[in-house]
């Protein structure tokens, strides 16, 4: 079974700053089947990357993924007020299939 | 736009049957382009995997959960369906169901990913 552990837990930062945000998964995953979201309270999930780095549309240019093998890291180049959320990496494989990680908050600092 | 809605009770006895619909509106179910999915978050916690289910019918469901969960199509209705048997206070959470678009990459290999979800609907096991 894959494990997805995100990191860190809570960022804490202010409007404007990047953020650099971690995924690492147990065993090596395709980076075909490596997805972020970002989660709103009381809101669903919504797809930012798929891919590992192709921005789903409607996503700004400020959002970007890269990574593969392990480790996938999701980037906000400069944070604007409404991208404080929580954020999650998505994995597809072999049992038990599709998977989710942890989660990291980014909160306004 | 494409727009999906979950349906059903809010609130399941223990032991019992949850059953949730998901209405399609916007676009086909029947559509051979997509897999159509349920996942789920317990109050302040992450998501989980389901299932998910083709416009055929064919499905594939979280082991974790398999000997519990039948997702079931009816394209007639543009809906899909979740029933998940034996349930216990675990089970509470939201449920969503969402759009997985079947797409390729330029090597061939196809992206996994959700691209459109439902608002969520609260599902609490008590007595």
């Known amino acids: 079974e894959i494990v997805l552990t995100q990191s860190p837990g809570t960022l804490s930062l202010s409007p404007g700053e990047r953020a650099t945000l971690s995924c690492r998964a147990s065993q090596s995953v395709s980076s075909s089947y490596l997805a972020w979201y970002q989660q709103k309270p009381g809101q669903a999930p919504r797809l930012l990357i798929y891919?590992?780095?192709s921005r789903a549309t409607g996503i700004p240019d400020r959002f970007s993924g890269s990574g593969s093998g392990t480790d996938f890291t999701l980037t906000i180049s400069r944070l604007e007020p409404e991208d404080f959320a929580v954020y999650y990496c998505q994995q597809y494989g072999s049992s038990p299939g599709l998977t989710f990680g942890g989660g990291t908050k980014v909160e306004i600092k | 736009q494409l727009q999906l809605q979950e349906s059903g009770p809010g609130l399941v006895k223990p032991s019992e049957t949850l059953s949730l619909t998901c209405t399609v509106s916007?676009?086909?179910?029947?559509?051979?382009?997509?897999?159509w999915g349920w996942i789920r978050q317990p109050p302040g916690k992450g998501l989980e995997w389901i299932g998910s289910i083709y416009y055929s019918g064919s499905t594939y469901y979280n082991p974790s959960l398999k000997s519990r969960v039948t997702i079931s199509v009816d394209t007639s209705k543009n809906q899909f369906s979740l029933k998940l048997s034996s349930v216990t206070a675990a089970d509470t959470a939201v449920y969503y169901c969402a759009r997985r678009p079947i797409d390729y990459d330029s090597s061939g290999y196809y992206y996994v990913y959700f691209d459109y979800w439902g608002q969520g609907t609260l599902v609490t096991v008590s007595s």
């Open positions: 891919g590992a780095s």
């Open positions: 916007g676009g086909s179910i029947s559509s051979s382009s997509y897999y």
